[in-house]
């Protein structure tokens, strides 16, 4: 996350334009991809909602970079937090389409193994539970400390390290089992 | 996010970096392929950028504009909620206080009555009856007064006068007074001679003493004088028949026999003075 300082943030504060930019640029696609990983429907949109609410109370924003960051993910967190219970309540419905059928292959197993062949990384991010996909991301992609991942999904930090740990175990073994298939 | 952070979480996961080197490039690629795509910014993000970079404000930041449409329209819907609840409410008070002076048109009055008589504690007036002809007797009723469920007096019909001639059956009910009782008929019946409504000649029950009616014309034997039931000669004690104050026609009687004309034609045995009864 390049160009994103304390001084950028206080320049856009202030009202630089210049300085609004950077930040977006720094941090848009990041949260994109932090979207796109937890499953958002639209994470073009999304991000752009996410900036609309952030860059409006931007002058009210305490912490610097940091704060910024924290800030920035947490919004897009709870945008996430929305859309899942969102489709919880009215489920999304499509016509079926065989060529996107997959319960072709029942085995689970050997459905992970297909997807680590394939180094599809959003697809094998799909194996964690939410939390795990959350704390992951937000860790990888937001450039989050463990405190501030506590902050941003509203858990302690030692939840928020044992979901960590267990995460990272579960990739490591698909990716193994995907190694070992090849 | 650099290996060294990534080496760190692994540490935190109790996991050894060297021997997760699968692991460690999954992450890498992860955050690379979020940095290789830039989302554009909508309208609306672009407007602020474009807004914030011309005013350097930040104030202008506070509210989209998106916000300050809907407060507006909310504004507008509110006003016209209240407009349109003061109109019903005046035009129901203004309907109540017509309807309470019986002022309204009859077909309204009449509805808002039968409304109030079925589901209001009170109730409003009927209106007053609608009259057929302007000369009938109930245009000139006056209406119940307001408020009351007086029933509108309506004005009887007078009785019928028996000195009135009513028709042919009753003006040969009405008996006829002699001054001499022997001139009268015994047989002739209280209710005279039965006389067919529908213009069928009816034969008198009497020939020399019964009574019958007179026809006052349409008779072709008819004498223009008047005189056609009998003349003074042929009844000298046939009592000529004075015409009756209340318009009775005159009855005709004696030992004479009627003419035919007199049972001719029942039906034009009607009100009014009988040629015969000009003095």
Avoid at chain 2, 5 to 19: I, Q, W
Avoid at chain 2, 150 to 169: F, M, N, T, W
Avoid at chain 2, 233 to 249: I, V, Y
């Amino acid at each position: 996350m390049k160009g994103v300082s304390d001084a950028v943030v206080t320049a856009a504060q202030a009202g630089d334009g210049d300085a609004l930019a950077t930040i977006y640029e720094a941090l848009a696609p990041r949260v994109m991809g932090y979207l796109r990983a937890r499953g958002a429907e639209d994470p073009e949109s999304l991000t752009n909602e996410v900036f609309l609410h952030v860059l409006v109370k931007l002058d009210r924003l305490e912490g610097g970079a940091g704060g910024l960051r924290t800030f920035v993910f947490s919004v897009a967190h709870a945008r996430v937090v929305d859309e899942t219970r969102q489709w919880a309540r009215r489920p999304a419905q499509s016509s079926y389409e065989i060529e996107y059928d997959d319960r072709r292959e029942p085995s689970a197993e050997a459905e992970a193994l297909e997807l680590v062949a394939t180094r599809d990384t959003l697809e094998l991010l799909e194996e964690l539970n939410q939390e795990q996909r959350a704390v992951i991301t937000l860790r990888v992609l937001g450039d989050l400390s463990i405190e501030e991942t506590a902050h941003v999904v509203g858990k302690s930090t030692g939840a928020v390290k044992q979901l960590q740990r267990r995460g990272l175990a579960t990739l490591r073994a698909l990716l193994e089992r995907g190694e070992q298939a090849r | 996010m650099t290996d060294t952070m990534v080496r760190e979480m692994l540490l935190d996961a109790d996991l050894p970096a060297d021997e997760s080197d699968e692991l460690v490039g999954f992450l890498t690629s992860l955050r690379d392929s979020a940095e290789s795509e830039q989302p554009m910014p909508d309208a609306r993000l672009a407007a602020l950028f474009a807004s914030t970079a011309v005013d350097g404000n930040p104030d202008a930041l506070d509210e989209p504009e998106t916000d300050t449409s809907v407060v507006r329209l909310r504004r507008r819907d509110g006003r016209l909620a209240s407009a349109a609840a003061a109109l019903a409410i005046s035009t129901v008070a203004a309907t109540g206080v017509a309807a309470a002076a019986n002022e309204l048109p009859a077909p309204a009055q009449l509805v808002v009555s039968h409304f109030s008589q079925h589901f209001l504690p009170f109730e409003f007036p009927a209106p007053p009856p609608l009259s057929p002809s302007p000369d009938d007797s109930g245009a000139g009723q006056p209406a119940a007064p307001a408020g009351t469920r007086e029933p509108i007096p309506v004005q009887e019909q007078p009785a019928v006068d028996p000195e009135r001639p009513q028709g042919l059956s009753q003006q040969i009910v009405q008996p006829s007074v002699s001054d001499d009782p022997s001139i009268a008929s015994p047989s002739t019946s209280p209710t005279g001679p039965q006389t067919s409504a529908s213009g069928t000649p009816a034969t008198p029950t009497a020939t020399a003493s019964g009574t019958a009616s007179a026809s006052p014309s349409g008779s072709p034997k008819d004498d223009p004088s008047g005189d056609t039931t009998s003349s003074p000669s042929d009844s000298p004690s046939a009592e000529s028949p004075e015409p009756s104050p209340t318009g009775t026609p005159p009855v005709v009687r004696g030992g004479g026999s009627p003419s035919p004309s007199t049972t001719a034609s029942p039906t034009l045995t009607t009100e009014g003075p009988s040629p015969t009864s000009a003095p």
